[in-house]
Structures are given as structure tokens and as C-alpha cells.
T-cell receptor, first 113, second 111 residues
Framework: EPEVTQTPSHQVTQMGQEVILRCVPI?????FYWYRQILGQKVEFLVS????????KSEIFDDQFSVERPDGSNFTLKIRSTKLEDSAMYFC???????????FGPGTRLTVT | GQQVMQIPQYQHVQEGEDFTTYCNSS?????IQWYKQRPGGHPVFLIQ?????EVKKQKRLTFQFGEAKKNSSLHITATQTTDVGTYFC???????????FGTGTKLQVIP
């Protein structure tokens, strides 16, 4: 069964550094999402991406964040200058029908020190 | 903005007991989805409800969407240790792309 994959599984970075989190969505999916989950808390929407552009973003997704689909398979989340409060689990998700069932990747745990 | 709350936040049950989590949205929803997240894992899609008053069953799990499409519930009959995890509802309101996750209910099953 096809799965969403994410790399790395764990990223440790120093405050102020740039990080790129990578995702390979399921191949025939058209809608792509990034979520974050601070330990023990709920899953928070960051951004949705469709037809090579951002379709919606949350107030969390400020100018420090950007997304890109550089080729036909990868979907990346870049945080330009990380802050301590960016420490969280970041999940990528994809689907074929927009705001319906989401297929999540295993996540990248980002630790900012 | 849209808020989706769940109660209870935590629930400990003895194996074999039933469990219910309730989900309430501040706005009318186009659809509602339910996810299960095992400890250390990622959310896994369980089901989507679309119609007002809809009831769907998956083995021991029963999902309900309220008549006003602002609330939903998940009921598990005769819990098993494999049911342990956090259950999230996630609502979508028309006109938006995003899905708003609820606050989650963490279920612990005591063998």
C-alpha cells in the first residue's frame, strides 16, 4: 500500500538556523499539507498546497515558513530562521480530494536548541 | 476562527468497558473526519462523515454526525488494549481548504 514518507525522522538544529523538512506524498495525490504537533497537544494545520501553489495557510505559517514542490515527487517545508518554539513534530499529509481524508507521513521531530 | 473541542481530554477504562468521545465545532461543518494516533505514531484516518445525522460503524466503533453538523461522537464497544491511543476529530467548513483538528481524547485501556 502506498505511503507518505518523510525525511529526516529527527532533526536537531540551533536557533536561527534554516531547516528543510522533506516529504514524498503518495504518487497520485494532488493535495499536500503540512501540520505540526507540539508534544502532547493537538495537530495544527500549517499550510495546504494544490496545483503548485499555496491554497491556504494558518496564522502560524508566517514569513519564516515556505513550501515548495521542486519536482514531481518531493514536497518540502523550509523554516528560515528557527526559534525554540518551532520544536515540534511536523507531519506531511496528502490526498486526492482536497479537504477530506488525509494520509499522514510518519513525521519529522524537529528539536531547536 | 473555527474551534473544535473534544471531551473528555483523557479517559481510562477497564478492558471490556465502552468508551465515547465527543467533538464540538464552533461552526457548521461540511464534513468531519476521525483519526487515531497511537503513542509515538502519526494520525491514521478512520472515517469521514458528510451527511447530517449520519451514523457509520466499523466493527466495534460507531461514529455519529449531529443533525446540525456541528458535533460528532465516536463510541467504542468493549474496548481492547489495541484501542489505546489518542482519538482526534477533524472538521472541514465549506470555502476553506484546511481541516481543523480537535483537541483529542487520549484513551488508556487497563488490562
Amino acid at each position: 500500500e502506498p505511503e507518505v514518507t518523510q525525511t529526516p525522522s529527527h532533526q536537531v538544529t540551533q536557533m536561527g538556523q534554516e531547516v528543510i523538512l522533506r516529504c514524498v506524498p503518495i504518487s497520485n495525490h494532488l493535495y499536500f499539507y503540512w501540520y505540526r504537533q507540539i508534544l502532547g497537544q493537538k495537530v495544527e494545520f500549517l499550510v495546504s498546497f494544490y496545483n503548485n501553489e499555496i491554497s491556504e495557510k494558518s496564522e502560524i505559517f508566517d514569513d519564516q515558513f515556505s513550501v515548495e514542490r521542486p519536482d514531481g515527487s518531493n514536497f518540502t517545508l523550509k523554516i528560515r530562521s528557527t526559534k525554540l518554539e518551532d520544536s515540534a513534530m511536523y507531519f506531511c499529509a496528502s490526498n486526492s480530494r482536497g479537504p477530506s481524508e488525509q494520509y499522514f507521513g510518519p513525521g519529522t521531530r524537529l528539536t531547536v536548541t | 476562527g473555527q474551534q473544535v473541542m473534544q471531551i473528555p481530554q483523557y479517559q481510562h477504562v477497564q478492558e471490556g468497558e465502552d468508551f465515547t468521545t465527543y467533538c464540538n465545532s464552533s461552526t457548521t461543518l461540511s464534513n468531519i473526519q476521525w483519526y487515531k494516533q497511537r503513542p509515538g505514531g502519526h494520525p491514521v484516518f478512520l472515517i469521514q462523515l458528510v451527511k447530517s445525522g449520519e451514523v457509520k460503524k466499523q466493527k466495534r466503533l460507531t461514529f455519529q454526525f449531529g443533525e446540525a453538523k456541528k458535533n460528532s461522537s465516536l463510541h467504542i464497544t468493549a474496548t481492547q488494549t489495541t484501542d489505546v491511543g489518542t482519538y482526534f476529530c477533524a472538521g472541514h467548513s465549506g470555502g476553506y481548504q484546511k481541516v481543523t483538528f480537535g483537541t483529542g481524547t487520549k484513551l488508556q485501556v487497563i488490562p
